[in-house]
């Protein structure tokens, strides 16, 4: 925030209540770290510049699955060929493995393994598409599809298709037939103990379950991916990450059956920006703490959005039981439209067909602001903060709130949450507060007349 914004609220707070106790000082410190929070976009990592291989064949060694045997009629199994292009391209200094377009390759689970020569580009212009029957699938590869592992410095771009066939998988999930075991299925795409990834432009399709995850690794960026899904297909996580750092995703649209995007356990320095989220699940940190275990998130960024009739907007969630925290986030500058929960904590997540215990340990949720997020919710409680009794979320900011219902009134729902608004905040959060009696809590309309000392009705407080 601007310093003339924040020595003007400590300035009027001073001047209306003698000596600031240090819970200000510290409320304003949050604010100041919150609105600071920034993760370095682009320029972080070094990477070499190929807009297309075409256009810069000079030095580059063309790897084209169809060389390798490849038939692209969609019946033909071109896993082999895949993976022996695959063998060269990555063993080959500048190479550019090549999916044309115009075809349809078919493909089994399949783990595509680094480390790579230098400067390899996996261009994806046609549709790689999987077997459509879960029974004959690889068990030894029960959770993956195509699985890209160990690799640094690689560019996968191209204006083609990675399309699971996921239908069958989805009839048998539990969610969808009670009478079936709950087990995970394949995850389409997976970037895994990876660093300095750039990813441009694929779309990703009806996988067999999560759609594309990042896991344990470093400086990747995903740039103009879509995900697509029907809105009921269960599981179907569009972009997860998942123990990684530095991770930039923008100018994505995701539509699918679970959550657009989901970020867990030891994951930080994530940003997120102009994503487009509908149907689905909404943006999650989370779910962490399942099992009694540590769920540890920190330093997530989400910049311009738009969420259209998703079941949440911008979600924390973590299962009672659990441990470790989820400390500095910043949302901001988010349209909702028909969002059920457009804004939620929820400290007793529950998937699972048997309901949850309450436990006395739970994720520790700090440090979280809410910043000019407008639109309108499907739900009575288009702010909902349900947090644990014993670990009560803290540091909870609100600024510049419009959340409307179509027709009807909306309110703020709170359990042992604390924390504070400036500008508009509408619905009112004024529970948020409750149980702190050293708090700032500055519900207003109009940011400028902050600075009007005078106006003392504007500091809602019991300092
Ligand atoms: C499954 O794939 C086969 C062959 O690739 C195709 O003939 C069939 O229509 C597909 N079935 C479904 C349900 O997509
Ligand atoms: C894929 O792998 C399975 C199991 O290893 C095998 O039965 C099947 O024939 C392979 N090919 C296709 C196209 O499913
Ligand atoms: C549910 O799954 C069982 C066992 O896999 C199967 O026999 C049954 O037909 C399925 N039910 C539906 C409604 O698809
Ligand atoms: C979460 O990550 C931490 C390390 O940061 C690890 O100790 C813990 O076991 C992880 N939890 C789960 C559920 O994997
Ligand atoms: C608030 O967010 C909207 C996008 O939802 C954006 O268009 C607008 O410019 C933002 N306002 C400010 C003051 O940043
Ligand atoms: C767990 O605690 C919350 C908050 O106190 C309460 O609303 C909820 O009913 C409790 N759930 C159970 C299963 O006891
Ligand atoms: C949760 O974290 C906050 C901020 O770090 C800390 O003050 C608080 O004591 C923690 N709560 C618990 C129950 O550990």
């Given at each position: ?26 409320n304003?410190?949050t604010l100041?770290e919150l609105e ?294 910043r ?36 440090k979280i602001i809410y910043k ?23 540091n909870i900011v609100l600024s ?19 924390g504070f608004g400036y500008?508009?905040v509408?619905?009112?959060a004024?529970?948020l ?7 700032l ?23």
């Open positions: 925030m601007d310093k003339f914004f924040m020595l003007s609220i400590l300035g009027l707070l001073i001047a209306s209540y003698g000596v600031a106790g240090n819970m200000v000082y510290d304003i410190a100041d600071s929070l920034d993760i370095e976009d682009d320029n972080d990592f070094d990477f070499f510049e190929i807009p297309s291989w075409a256009s810069e064949r000079g030095g580059k060694v063309l790897v084209n699955v169809d060389s390798f045997g490849a038939v692209g009629d969609g019946v033909s199994d071109d896993t082999q060929a895949f993976q022996k292009a695959w063998d060269t391209a990555c063993s080959t200094p500048k190479a550019v493995l090549l999916v044309p377009q115009d075809r349809r390759y078919l493909v089994n689970a399949t783990k595509f393994q680094g480390p790579c020569a230098e400067k390899l580009v996996v261009q994806i212009d046609g549709t790689i598409v999987a077997p459509n029957e879960t029974n004959n699938w690889n068990p030894k590869f029960a959770r993956i599809w195509l699985d890209f592992s160990k690799l640094e410095g690689v560019l996968f771009q191209g204006h083609g298709v990675i399309d699971g066939s996921g239908s069958k998988w989805w009839a048998a999930s539990c969610k969808k037939n009670k009478t079936n075991p709950c087990k995970g299925a394949p995850t389409a795409l997976t970037i895994d103990s990876s660093s300095a990834i750039k990813v441009k432009g694929l779309t990703i399709q009806n996988s067999q379950q999560m759609h594309f995850v990042i896991s344990r690794s470093d400086s990747v960026r995903v740039t103009g991916v879509q995900v697509s899904a029907p809105g009921d297909s269960p599981n179907t996580d569009g972009i997860h990450i998942t123990q990684s750092t530095n991770v930039v995703l923008q100018e994505c649209k995701i539509g699918t059956g679970d959550d657009c995007v989901s970020i867990v356990n030891a994951s930080s320095n994530i940003k997120m920006k102009r994503i487009y989220c509908g149907p689905g699940h909404g943006i999650s940190i989370g779910s962490l703490g399942k099992d009694n275990s540590i769920g540890i998130v920190t330093q997530v960024v989400l910049d311009t959005a738009v969420l259209k009739e998703t079941t949440n907007g911008v979600r924390i969630k973590t299962w009672q039981g659990g441990s470790g925290y989820v400390q500095g986030v949302f901001q500058n988010v349209m909702m439209e028909d969002v059920a929960n457009p804004i939620i904590i929820d400290q007793f997540y529950c998937d699972s067909p048997k309901s949850c215990e309450n436990q006395t340990s739970a994720v520790n949720i700090t000019n997020i407008s639109g309108t919710t499907k739900s009575e409680k288009a702010m909902k903060f349900a947090c644990s009794d014993t670990v009560p979320c803290s510049n709130i419009n959340l409307e219902k179509k027709d009807g009134t909306v309110e703020t729902y709170c359990n042992s949450a604390q500008g508009t509408h619905p009112s004024d529970c507060s409750s149980h702190d009696k050293n708090h809590l500055i519900d207003q309309s109009d940011d400028a007349k902050l600075a009007e000392p005078e106006r003392q009705d504007i500091v809602h407080t019991e300092l």
